[in-house]
Nanobody, 113 residues
């Protein structure tokens, strides 16, 4: 199983970014998947999880600003991030499988004020 994140970058506060997590040897649809993030010196925190029935749970700090979505045809998990804040700066990781046995390598998001 391989998960590869992309789409990170630098953006000003208030801007938007869309992250992608491309899965290999793993089916995105009907699977538990999640986005986590880790700021420098911080712990890896859950941003959003989406279960096998596409029920989503967002962290309070990103609710109403971020949207997760699965593209079954492309086998990709997306994270649309809007109204970005400097505190959203972190490395974002894609995780998959019940209990998160699979992880990507991460993609950096930097939000400047």
């Amino acid at each position: 199983v391989e998960l590869r994140e992309s789409g990170g970058g630098s953006v000003q506060a208030g801007g938007s970014l869309t992250l992608s997590c491309t899965a290999s040897d793993f089916t995105v649809s009907n699977s538990y998947m999640a986005w986590f993030r880790q700021a420098p010196g911080g712990e890896r925190d859950l941003v959003v999880r989406i279960n096998d029935d596409d029920v989503t749970t967002y962290a309070p700090r990103v609710k109403d600003r971020f949207t997760v979505a699965k593209d079954s045809a492309k086998n990709i998990l997306y994270l649309q991030m809007g109204s970005l804040l400097p505190e959203d700066t972190a490395t974002y990781y894609c995780a998959a499988g019940y209990g998160w046995p699979y992880w990507g390598q991460g993609t950096q998001v930097t939000v400047s004020s």
